[in-house]
């Protein structure tokens, strides 16, 4: 498979790119607005013509539709990425494999594990595992060393990436009873679910302490995928959540704090930047780019404005959305443009490369 990376023939525009954020970053507006567009396994398998179900399985797959989508994003996309790098991708089942769910895998769509949580009693006999121990956890250790090989075997001096990671407590319950499940026990018996969120906690806490043993690289930046947050009301947030999120923020978060939170966020958007002090956040795709400017603006670095559903169709569909978000994000620096989330399967390429230019271009600068 062919793939090459020369520094040199990208070295001017990865560096324009880096002062671009880091512009954004320090609330200055740079020469344009900086854009990156988050793009993974679902995107390029539908770009590509390859079955989901089949990349998430295959550590083969998941280098190819990789590698070919990395060429696809620096020949034709041009957003802000600066560097190269392959991941192990088997899909968002590691709070399953962890427990020891049942892993489905239907075809034409990522896995999916059973639930494992059906009533509160369950919770009881709920144990926090050892990573060292752990089948899941070695599994996807083994994983990562056979895609680093198959890497190397072609030639590709690219990083492969990997680990075993799991979702704060409120979004890690929801993977493994269900999120209409959490939601309800949250009301009816909320000690039950703090002795939940209390082991899952712990669970995060060990996990990742024994990920930063492997690294030998303790780390001071975390970042969090929280979306099931975005669907529970600022009082249930501040009982149930808040403390968790705020726990692993301050044990991990002394230089960097991310949330990727793809849901309506507008509600909690003040505790994000006041209380949590999130450095950076994904908006998601369905927050109102105007509440977060309000309520983010000189405090929490924003990235995202734009639906995924915004970009379906023809570029003259998405153009209000565009525009609509960088008029908005823009102005005083502190915002990155891009996809609330990720670009998922079914967005279409070609309006995709046209809403990353024109965005470009309606904020670039005089020289």
Known sequence: MP??????????RIAQSRRRLEAA??????????????????FYCSLFGCDIAEYMQSRELNIEMQVRGQQWAWQELGDDR????LHLDFGPICEGLLFGAEIVHPPGTPPWSRPLLTDPSDIERLDVPDPETNPGVQWAHRELASMRGLAQQRGLDLPVYGGFSIHPPLSAACALAGAERIYQW??????VVRQLFDKLLQTFFRLTDYEDHISGAPRTSVSLADDNSAFVSERMYRDLVLPYNRAIYERYGTKGRYLHADGPNDHLFPIYANELRLTEMDIGG???IAAAKRHLAGKTVMMGGVNCKDLYG???????AVERAVAIGSPGGGYIFGVGGEAYAGIN???LVSAVAHAQRITRKPA
């Open 3 to 12: 793939f090459t990376f020369d520094p040199d023939r990208y070295r001017d």
């Open 314 to 320: 023809s570029f003259n569909s998405a153009r209000p």
């Open 186 to 191: 949250m009301y009816d018996c909320p000690d």
């Open 25 to 42: 970053r320090r609330f200055q507006e740079p020469d344009q607005v900086p854009v990156l567009i988050s793009i993974g396994g679902s």
């Open 82 to 85: 600066t560097d190269f790098a």
């Open 286 to 288: 369905f927050s109102d």
């Open 349 to 351: 390429p070609d309006t």
